[in-house]
């Protein structure tokens, strides 16, 4: 399979050029390519940049948008969110991702980091999808001594045997928070994961209430807490991050633990907007960008995603020059994939062929004196015009196959489980 995209600027360069893209790889790139190809598609008033990568979401939550909006973190967990997760279907989870996944491409994400439960279902759907994915298997013991086995037998059997589906998707650990984890399953779930070579995805200091929490049972904050359990290395992934003090960030950076900015989720539920950005990056961390679920961001669009910690950044810190636009640009695309070993989230020859196309013919890019500028502060999801993952077209002309049936069933899917009780 090859695909030849002809006259299209890259990264919103002036200058047009042809790329080749044999199997799942840029093949070559390089002005008037006099080549054949199984597909040929025109550049013309086009853009093309690297798929993003959203490096948190619970995909199949997209059933879940619109449940419980204006509500605290706690309520909204407790009341909403788990009561109505303890009655999902595998199909739900099927279809809520089929969802998840459509949205993302129609947006142009090419790769996402998930946390959830019922694995099999969700790479079913990311499978069909044709996207590239990390499934972080979600696992909970509440801090419950007696619920710790259930947890360790349920990763172990999980990873016992290879995975049936295909290498676009891999498989991490995923223990939802300090406060739903014990430490003893903490260091348990820091061995497993060492000795099997998998990610580690986490949420850690989300909010206020949650540390001061950990400071009242163990005496220290929450990254401390981590350094003592000795479970903090290159494997950890942790999402939020947004209440951290400069010894913390030290902390992380000595252990190349990498930091996720869920910007969205986190002005929603008030968790807090002071997220430390370039303190993180100076001291050598590595930032990517997350929308979070629909149940606590609503999207999963990542153009927006881009520029809410941008606009958010300079507010707080009051310096317009904060959080540039190529900034965000780099940390939803290279720094995502940089945290999940991807050859990726970059346009040069040798590198996945994990691209996007965008629709230059709008008035967001009008005029275009800032390619990179119009896409963070102007565009959104709705300018991808064309998305290849691994290679294959997902997406051509703004139209997925199969969109209509995934809308219908999703939506028959939320309803029964939110409206019916």
Known sequence: MSILIKSIKINGIPDETDILIEGNRIKTIGQSLDVE????????????????????THAAMTLFRGAGDDMPLKKWLHEVIWPK??????????????????????????????????????????EEMGLRAVMAEVCFDHLNPSLSDACKQQITNRFKSPPSFGSRIR????PHAIYTVSGELLKWIHDFAKEHGLLIHIHLSETEEEVENCIERYGMSPVRYLRRLGVLSPHLIVAHALHVDKEEITILAENGVKVVHNPASNMKLASGYRFKYHEMREAGITVGLGTDGCASSNSLDMIEAMRRPSYMGKAWRSDP??????EMLYAATRAGAEILGLDAGRIA???????????????????????????????????????????????????????????????????ALILDD
């Open 37 to 56: 190809a199984d597909t040929v598609i025109s550049g013309h008033k086009k853009a093309i940049i690297p798929g993003f990568v959203n490096m948190h």
């Open 321 to 326: 020059t904060a959080m540039t636009c190529d």
């Open 171 to 174: 498989m991490a650990i995923g």
């Open 349 to 415: 020859e040798g590198a996945l062929a994990d691209l996007c196309m965008v629709d230059l013919n709008l008035p967001a890019f009008t005029p275009n004196f800032n390619f990179v500028s119009n896409l963070v502060y102007a565009a959104n999801g709705s300018c991808i015009d064309t998305v290849i993952c691994d290679g294959k077209i997902l997406m051509r002309d703004k139209k997925v196959p199969g969109e209509d049936e995934i809308l219908e069933h999703a939506g028959q899917c939320a309803r």
């Open 85 to 126: 997760e303890a009655k999902l279907t595998g199909e739900d989870i099927y279809w809520g991702t089929k969802l998840a996944c459509l949205e993302m491409i129609k947006s142009g994400t090419t790769t996402f980091s998930d946390m959830y439960f019922n694995l099999d279902m969700i790479a079913e759907a990311v």
